[in-house]
Structure formats: structure tokens, C-alpha cells
């Protein structure tokens, strides 16, 4: 148990459905960040959060939209997805943006398929 | 640009030996961290040790230990005493120390087997 706790586990969904990723840390951390882990393909970063403010999009597509409305919570709003965006969505948390606090704990991520 | 090379895609090991991951990296930045972390077949990445290039001493932690070679630009992992357990994509990440550096870059991972 890391402190960091995303549901669901596993979602299936089709092309127009809309749903939530959720993360939530228990660690008093200050930094969120979404990643996207496609299969034989390195951890992209997708967003970072610091106290609540949004420090980082890395080029993401729009049909993924996070918000932070604290410190401890974490969503990924997805809409209109298409069959690539098929992936492990990973959360995690730091205390701070500077090492060695910027280590980052993980949750045990959202496995998506898209339809 | 930071970039990880992790050149072993997959490493395999008999039980109670030791193993060593590598991982080489490539920086511009004066200071920066190094990691690894541990992930399992049930998707969790597991953070196992730090080494910031300005420390005096390579980290450890338990089984883990980090050989980082500055002027070479390695930081391999070694794992002492493998188990069963131990099975898993390790992955080796790095972030520039100050300024942004809540961003890591990860390498493409090893997968390591511990056989019994």
C-alpha cells in the first residue's frame, strides 16, 4: 500500500461514452501527476499538479481533460476516446517539486480499453 | 533533453543469487536524481531507491543498492539475494534537481525472471 489508491481497476468503455478516472493520495503531498503506459512503450507523462495548479501538459489531447480540486484528489475526464488510447493510466504523488522530494508514489492504475 | 538507456529488455537470474540492471543516462543538467522503481505484473510502479548525483556515497536500501558511475553516466541497479518476489519490469527514471524537476524521465525497462 503506497497511500495512493485510483478507481477504477479496469474500465471498458466505447468510443461516446464519458467516464472518470479517480485518484486519491493519503500522504499530504503536494504534486499529482496522470501518466499513460501504452504497451512496449516508456511512461508518458501526461499533467502535473502543484498545490492544485495545473504545471505541466504534455501536449495531451483534448478528449482527456484532469482536474484537482485539492491537493489529495486527482480525475481524468474522458470523453470520445478512440481504441489507442487503450492503456494503464497511472497516478502519483510527491511532496515537493525538488529531489529528493519529488519522489514520486504511484498508485496501481486504471487498466483502459476502448471499444 | 534528458534521456534513460535501459539496454537489457529482459535479464534472468536464479533464485538467492544477485542480479545488476543497468542503466546509463544522458544530461546537460549540473545536478539531478536518479531512480528506480519496481514494477510488478499487477501495474503498480513501486519506488525502490534515490541517488542525487551530488551525494558522497551510493544509496542503498535493504536488498537494493545503486553502483552510480558520474563520469560514466550509469546508475545500475543491483538487487543481493534475489527471491521469487522480485519478478517484475524494473524501470530506471531521472529528473533534473532544480526547476521543473517534479517531471521524470523513465526508461523502457527491464524485465527481470528470478528462476528457482
Known amino acids: 500500500e503506497t497511500g495512493v489508491t485510483q478507481t477504477p481497476r479496469h474500465l471498458v468503455m466505447g468510443m461516446t461514452n464519458k467516464k472518470s478516472l479517480k485518484c486519491e493520495q493519503h500522504?499530504?503531498?503536494?504534486?499529482m501527476y496522470w501518466y499513460k503506459q501504452s504497451a512496449k512503450k516508456p511512461l508518458e507523462l501526461m499533467f502535473v499538479?502543484?498545490?492544485?495548479?495545473?504545471?505541466e501538459n504534455n501536449s495531451v489531447p483534448s478528449r482527456f481533460s484532469p482536474e484537482c480540486p485539492n491537493s489529495s484528489h486527482l480525475f481524468l475526464h474522458l470523453h470520445t476516446l478512440q481504441p489507442e488510447d487503450s492503456a494503464l493510466y497511472l497516478c502519483?504523488?510527491?511532496?515537493?517539486?525538488?529531489?529528493?522530494?519529488?519522489?514520486?508514489?504511484f498508485g496501481a492504475g486504471t487498466r483502459l480499453s476502448v471499444l | 533533453a534528458q534521456k534513460i538507456t535501459q539496454t537489457q529488455p529482459g535479464m534472468f537470474v536464479q533464485e538467492k543469487e544477485a542480479v545488476t540492471l543497468d542503466c546509463t543516462y544522458d544530461?546537460?543538467?549540473?545536478?539531478?536524481?536518479l531512480f528506480w522503481y519496481k514494477q510488478p505484473s499487477s501495474g503498480e510502479m513501486i519506488f525502490l531507491i534515490y541517488?542525487?548525483?551530488?551525494?558522497?556515497q551510493n544509496a542503498t536500501e535493504g536488498r537494493y543498492s545503486l553502483n552510480f558511475q558520474k563520469a560514466r553516466k550509469s546508475a545500475n541497479l543491483v538487487i543481493s539475494a534475489s527471491q521469487l518476489g522480485d519478478s517484475a519490469m524494473y524501470f530506471c527514471?531521472?529528473?533534473?534537481?532544480?526547476?521543473?524537476?517534479?517531471?521524470?524521465?523513465f526508461g523502457k525497462g527491464t524485465k527481470l525472471t528470478v528462476n528457482p
Open positions: 502519483a504523488s510527491s511532496q515537493g517539486s525538488q529531489a529528493p522530494k519529488n519522489i514520486q508514489y
Open positions: 500522504l499530504g503531498h503536494n504534486a
Open positions: 499538479y502543484n498545490f492544485k495548479e495545473q504545471t
Open positions: 544530461t546537460s543538467d549540473p545536478s539531478y536524481g
Open positions: 541517488q542525487g548525483s551530488y551525494d558522497q
Open positions: 527514471a531521472m529528473s533534473p534537481r532544480w526547476g521543473g524537476s517534479e517531471k521524470l524521465v
